[in-house]
């Protein structure tokens, strides 16, 4: 398996109700970040966290990490039409010298509907 | 706008014909990024460029060629393709590869189909 895995693949809600995404990873990290995509469109960042954090919130975002078990989880609240679309999480893994010099590992993503 | 911008939006190629894929960001970063993404597979991560010098190939196939003759300016120059090279070509940005904690800027990507 992979560094990042997110966990469910496809999430279909109502509008108006919460959207929980959640991501596992396998090494330590620098920091974890979550971005979005649309339909065949490239990817917009959400959001950063970074490893002595614990809990970050961004609008109607909110995201945990959780270090001793490798995993962190997205939560959208309130959540409306246009945020359809499919979220990834991203690890930026310490190479020597403690930079990843940008690599980041993405996962596969959650395709995240939301029915008006 | 994310402040990337990528042409073409969409290309067909034979498997003989040579092409390019541009990228350029208005966003004063130091730090240019090619990533492939296929139906089903995660987004690859190919070329990294930091101040314009290359530092990650990720075992990247000679067929793609990558030049960086500036911070704001990224080409793939693509040869000799295979119809498994089909897939979105994403370019993205960001302040210093080697400085940690900086988001990445995503194009909105190039649709490459090779026959």
Known sequence: SQQGEEDPQALSIQEGENATMNCSYKTSINNLQWYRQNSGRGLVHLILIRSNEREKHSGRLRVTLDTSKKSSSLLITASRAADTASYFCATDVPGAGGTSYGKLTFGQGTILTVHP | ?115
Not at chain 2, 49 to 69: A, G, I, L, M
Request: contains cysteine.
């Open chain 2, 1 to 115: 706008e994310t402040g990337v911008t990528q042409t073409p939006r969409h290309l067909v190629m034979g498997m003989t014909n040579k092409k390019s894929l541009k990228c350029e960001q208005h966003l004063g970063h130091n730090a240019m990024y090619w990533y492939k993404q296929s139906a089903k597979k995660p987004l690859e991560l190919m070329f990294v460029y930091n101040f314009k010098e290359q530092t990650e190939n990720n075992s990247v196939p000679s067929r793609f060629s990558p030049e960086c003759p500036n911070s704001s300016h990224l080409f793939l120059h693509l040869h000799t393709l295979q119809p498994e090279d089909s897939a979105l070509y994403l370019c993205a940005s960001s302040q210093d590869a080697r400085t940690v904690g900086y988001e990445q800027y995503f194009g909105p990507g190039t649709r490459l189909t090779v026959t």
